[in-house]
């Protein structure tokens, strides 16, 4: 019962604070949502902030599963890629463009506010960063990647751009941002 709880209030947080934001959720927002008694927050997380890195926790063990897709196989390395961040579209786009990217999200709202958040999520871009980069060196090696181009330098480009390319989503709610994305990383960055 008592992990049934936690797992309520997590699953919460996650529809709350990756739809509406952290400061837009309050705590009682969160156990009427759960269907718990406020007391019972407590109970499992110190702080509202403790929460959210929990929320945040979960919600990157959801995105790290898309990433082996870029992992070594028989497909091309930049095919890998196109199809990661294809899946990642259509993903976004299921949910009407509403809710964009949580790391993006927490990024832009808690940078300054929360330096535990903070530090969470420049490990979270790190992690993510270095899968993209695997693949990009892939493509390099395969003769993929244009030439001249760091693999280090290119997969940050490729995470700090579709983050922009998932905002803008949101704003204009379409999938355009995302197409613009592919057609020039794809035109630009590899010989595909």
């Known amino acids: 019962m008592a992990q049934d709880t936690r797992e309520r209030l997590i699953n919460s947080g996650l529809r709350l604070l ?22 019972s927050f407590y ?3 110190s702080t509202k ?19 082996k ?9 930049d095919e890998r890629l196109r199809k990661y961040f294809a899946l ?19 990024g832009a709202e808690l940078s300054d506010q929360s330096p535990m958040v903070r ?7 790190a992690e993510w960063t ?12 395969a003769g993929t990647l244009r030439s001249g181009l760091d693999p280090t330098a290119v997969a940050g480009f490729l995470t700090n751009s579709w983050e922009g390319a998932i905002l803008r989503s949101k704003i204009d709610k379409s999938s355009a941002a995302f197409d613009h994305f592919s057609n020039v990383v794809f035109a630009v960055a590899f010989n595909s």
């Open 18 to 39: 990756h739809g509406r934001g952290f400061n837009a959720s309050g705590v009682q927002d969160i156990t009427a949502d759960a269907g718990v008694p406020k007391g």
């Open 69 to 77: 897709l870029l992992r070594g196989s028989s497909v091309a390395p």
């Open 119 to 125: 530090e969470r999520l420049a490990v979270i871009m």
């Open 88 to 106: 990642q579209a259509e993903a976004i786009a299921r949910g009407k463009f509403e809710k964009g990217c949580m790391i993006g999200n927490f």
């Open 49 to 67: 902030e403790a929460f959210a890195l929990e929320v945040l926790e979960r919600y990157w063990q959801g995105l790290r599963i898309p990433l």
């Open 130 to 141: 270095r899968a993209i980069e695997g693949c990009v060196r892939e493509a390099k090696d």
């Open 43 to 45: 109970h499992y997380f």
